[in-house]
Structures are given as structure tokens and as C-alpha cells.
């Protein structure tokens, strides 16, 4: 990879862990040395250690038949038992697992023995509802106490869980329900969104709205609707139940029987390069294992005083593993927000952050660079002195937003963990230990122990230090995905053949390893543009554009172009206050100017579009394919999956 990506590179500064930090942490230099000399030993060791298994397994790994991989398969235990009952048991049973905060300022406590209870009366009406081992069960709920229960509850008596963002449109959740084929659907008449009732009943009646001669078959037999909203609903006797008809009036009494460590946990659907969303496929231990191990020693959980936060919706990965799984397995406390960060005022989070105490903060680079955009004033009303650690997770960050997230959330004293992975590798993979790890802005850095991660060219060679490539994972990992639901064709081609001969998983990740051997994120490799020959990164230069004191935010693409193969094609938002002060074309001039400065002028972008917004999906990730349309003068692709459709004909008519 050619030097102009360097420009990340010169990023000296270090952070040590404050020596208290050090003193206390979870996740210590001695797990890097154990994972060393025996890893699949190691991811055992962690397995009986962190879960309870009603059958010790006997074989850890069985990766006689690659890419199948089978974790812990002779062993047998149960989701939620792990996750709620044996804490219980253990005597935490008053801990509060859920601080529930409602966007409109509903509160509610739950406890573990509550919580635990709870998903008790769950399984039983499902398991009344005829839901048994490996039937499919949709979720699409906003992120209420409910929605843990239900994808617990589901665990509980063996059945899979697929969770669709509550923010997807009828249709996206059609084709969900239907691959994977469902039984039941849990729902909400509505939400809290934005100051106002989203209602979500409606999406699922229309999802579900007569198929004669459609040619699919209907197989959800109830829709289990929870009243959240209070809006006015349709009902479709027969197929509709209340959640409070029917849960109140269920038996406590559940015991959780053992399924096999390769039960299929849950399907999450992705976006992939081609327009059919996968059903990713994880399954029970392994993937527990590695949520669990992962949630307790890079975000340092100690269940009996910290109060976690992770902002994620649980219709993301992010979700499964940081918000369900990984914090209660853990036994800890955490923080689980209904609404959208700024409503009714731009403090909102902050004003949660100060009012429960959280003292872990787990977040999106997007997030903190709309923060950034508002200011520091806003964060600085509130006490956010209970913070120790902080996480960025989704996509890179840049170093800008680090440093501030670093003064302005995290006191200048708090560690900030880069945690790189992906819905396919089920957990957290590169990231630094918090209490060990010398960060750096920027960069994810190390490999979690027990993760192989290398940087590889397009044979599969390693590139060494200093160099860059393609990210790969070179050793099967105990959350990695078992397949793409009902297409094990796909999951090879996508993740396997490129690196056939070597067995690597191939992430489609560029990154870039220092002369530390610490990795750089560089961006999805379809993101990676060739300008004149020289592989160039939107990271790097979305970093340059946005670290200019004009830029709000930044994104990057490669546009076709007739002599350099690619050209750069940037699309700005612009501070307020530079706006008003100068002129779109001057503005544009200086930002050419800029990047040219600082990564050289082969970077220099031969557009600079001065937009109002960006065209985002609902988990906040930058649509390039549809920037690539317009910088390429065509007619805009599908959007259908934008948190707000409206956004390309506005930043068309204004690049026009
Ligand atoms: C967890 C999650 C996965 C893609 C991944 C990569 C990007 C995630 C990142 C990051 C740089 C990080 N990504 N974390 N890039 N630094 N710390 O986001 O899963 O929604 O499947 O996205 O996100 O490009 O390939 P998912």
C-alpha cells in the first residue's frame, strides 16, 4: 500500500492506562502469554470458567471439515440459565440488571431475580404457543425491558431469535420473517422515537397481510404484542395476544433444560455487497464464551459496582452481544435507553450518564462526531465523573474524535477502547486491553487473546510491518459465525474462497499494520479507492477533511474518472459558524488544499460537495455506494435502506 496513507501513521500520541486502572483491571497481560502457548486450550479454559454447563464438553475445537467449525460440541448448556438464573442462585439476585430509561422519562429497575422471573413466564407461553427447540421466532420491539426477555426467554427452551431493527420497513421485515421462516412474531404497538409514538404493529400486519398467490407460505401462527405506545392497534383475533393478557397470568416456574453447545442462538440479518440481506447464523457456547470473555475483560466489567452503557439497538450485533448476552452473562448492570440521543434536549445521554452513574460508556464514532458538531458545552452541563472507561465500535474512528471523546467524555483520564469486529465474527476480535494496552488515536491495535488476526496481500502472503492489505482472521474463533442461514453456498464464497488455500476468514477490511505490528483500520475494501495507481483510504481522508476546523463531518468516495482510474469525491457538511463566514466555493477551494497538505497531493480530492447531511443507513454507517452515484453523475441507487430516504434527492439538487 502506497505511502499517502501514512498520514494516519504519524500518529504519535500514547496513552498509558492511569496506574489505578492498571491496578484494578480484569483483562491482564498474563492472558496474552496463556492464549500464546495454547489458544484453543485457552478458549477452553475460558469456557469452563465463565460458563455453567450442565455437560462438560470433552473437545473444544472440531475444525476437521473447513470453514464448519464446532466449538465445545460435546457439551451441553442453556443460554439464559448462564445469563440470569445461576446469579440468582449465586446470591445477586437484588443486583439491578436493567436501569430502564424511556425516551419520554418512563424508569423502570429490574433486578436479576425480576428479570430472571420474568423470562420464566416468557418461555412458558411460547413453549404454550408450541415454539420448541430450533423454531424461529422474530423480534421487532423497541429497547424495552421486553425485548431482553423475549431474546431470552427464546434461548431459554432452545429456539432461535431473529432480531429486526425496529427501524426497518415492513417489507425488510417480510423478507426477514420469511427466510428464515418464523412461528411467532413479538412486537410493540409502538415506541418512544423522537418526542413522539413510532408505532410498529402496523409494519408487522402488513408484513404479514395475506399472501394468497404470492407463492410464500405463511408460517407465523401469533404475533405476541407488548403495549409500550399506547397507540391504537388492529387486531387479528386468533393470531394477536397482549403480552399482559398472556405473560402476567404464566407460571414463574421454568426449569432451563441443556441444549448442545452448537444450538443455534439466533440469525441477524446484514447487508452484504449484493442487495439480499444475510442471515447471519451464530449458535450457544462458543459464541457466549467469547461474548462473555470478551464484554469482562475489554470493557473491564466488575459486576458489583460498575454501571455499563452500551448505546447499541439490539437489532445490531452490537446489541446481541454488549447489551443481552455479554453484561448479563456477566452479571452486571447496565443501562438500557428507549430513545434517540437528543431528545427533548442534546444532553440526553449525558443526562443519563450523570443520573445513573454509568461508569462504562460503550459507543459509535458517528455518535461522538455529531457530538463534536454540537459542541462541548452541551456534554460539559453534566457530572460525567463516574466515567472510567470508554469504547468506539462500528467503524474507524478518527484521531479527532478520539482526543475528544478522551477530554470531553473521559475527564483526560479515562482509557478508550477501539473494538473491531464484525455481526459475522459474533464478538469483539482487535481491541486493546484497557488495563495493559498503550493506546493509540486511531487504531484498534491488538488481537483479543486467543484471536489470530493478520494483514495479508491478495495471495494470502503476510505483509509484515509497516505495510498494508487485507484484514483476515488466519484460526477459527469460538463466536465466529457457523453460516449464512439456508445458503452455506454463500457463506463459503464470501468469507472462504478468497483465502482458500490458507483457510483465512476474509473480513473485506483493509487495514494496515505500524512498525509496532498494531492494526489500522482502513475501511470496508470496497471502500478502498486507486487513484493513479496508489491505493488510497476514505478513512484517511474522510480523517483529514474532518480534522480541518471548518468540517463538521466527512465522507469519502472513489468516483470513476477517465486518466487517474479513480478520483476522490468528497462530500462535507460544514460548521454553522463557517458557513455564514465564507463562501461554498472558497471553502471548497481550501478543503483541496487542505488534504493535499496533509497526506500529499495524489490525495487531493477533484470534488469537494458541500452537503447538509449524509446519507446513513439506521445503524448510522455512510452509504458510499449512493455518493459513488452521485459523483459519478448517475441516477441514485436503491435507498431503501436509509434511516431517512429523503436524504438523496436533497444532496443531489445540491451537488447539482
Ligand atoms: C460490530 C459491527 C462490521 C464492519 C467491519 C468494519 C466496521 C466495526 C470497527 C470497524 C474500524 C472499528 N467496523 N468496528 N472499522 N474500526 N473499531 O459494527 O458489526 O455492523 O457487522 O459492521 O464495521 O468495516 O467490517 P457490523
Known sequence: MSSQIDHLL??????????????????????????????????????????????????????????????????????????????????????????????????????????????????????????????????????????????????????????????????????????????????????????????????????????????????????????????????????????????????????????????PLFILYTSGTTGKPKGIMHTSGGYLTQAMFTNKVVHDIHPETDVFWCTADIGWITGHSYVTYGPLANGATQVLYEGTPDTPHPGRWWEIIQKYGVSIFYTAPTAIRSFMKLGREIPQKFDLSSIRLLGSVGEPINPEAWMWYRKVIGGKAAPIVDTWWQTETGAIMISALPGVTETKPGSAQVAIPGVSIEVVDDDGVHVGNGNGGLLVVTEPWPSMLRGIWGDPDRFVETYWEKFSAQNYYFAGDGARLDDDGDVWLLGRVDDVMNVSGHRLSTAEIESALVGNEAVAEAAVVGASDETTGQAVAAFVIIKQSYLAAHSPDGLAQSLRAWVGEQIGPIARPRDVYIVEELPKTRSGKIMRRLLRDVAEGREVGDTTTLADTAVMSVISAQVR
Open 10 to 263: 504519524t500518529e504519535t500520541r500514547r496513552f498509558a492506562p492511569p496506574s489505578s486502572f492498571a491496578a484494578a483491571a480484569v483483562g491482564t497481560a498474563e492472558l496474552y502469554e496463556r492464549a500464546a502457548a495454547d489458544r484453543v486450550g485457552f478458549w477452553s479454559d475460558q469456557a469452563r470458567e465463565l460458563l455453567h454447563w450442565h455437560t462438560p464438553f470433552t473437545e473444544t475445537l472440531d475444525w476437521s471439515n473447513p470453514p464448519f467449525a464446532k466449538w465445545f460440541a460435546d457439551g451441553e448448556l442453556n443460554v439464559a440459565y448462564n445469563c440470569l438464573d445461576r446469579h440468582v442462585e449465586a446470591g445477586a439476585g437484588d443486583r439491578v440488571a436493567l436501569l430502564w430509561e424511556g425516551e419520554n422519562g418512563d424508569e423502570r429497575r429490574i433486578t436479576y431475580a425480576e428479570l430472571t422471573a420474568e423470562v420464566k413466564r416468557v418461555a412458558n407461553v411460547l413453549e404454550g404457543l408450541g415454539v420448541g427447540q430450533g423454531d424461529r421466532v422474530a423480534i421487532y420491539l423497541p429497547m424495552i425491558p421486553e425485548a431482553i426477555a423475549s431474546m431470552l426467554a427464546i434461548a431459554r427452551i432452545g429456539a432461535i431469535h431473529s432480531v429486526v431493527f425496529g427501524g426497518f420497513s415492513a417489507d425488510s421485515l417480510r423478507s426477514r420473517i420469511d427466510d428464515a421462516g418464523a412461528k411467532v412474531v413479538i412486537t410493540a404497538d409502538g415506541g418512544y422515537r423522537k418526542g413522539k409514538v413510532s408505532s410498529l404493529k402496523p409494519a408487522v400486519d402488513q408484513a404479514l397481510a395475506d399472501r394468497n398467490g404470492s407463492g410464500v407460505q405463511d408460517t407465523v401462527d401469533h404475533v405476541l404484542v407488548v403495549r409500550r405506545g399506547g397507540n391504537d392497534v388492529a387486531w387479528t383475533e386468533g393470531r394477536d395476544l397482549w403480552w399482559h393478557d398472556v405473560v402476567p397470568a404464566a407460571s414463574d416456574h421454568h426449569e432451563a433444560q441443556a441444549f448442545p453447545a452448537e444450538n
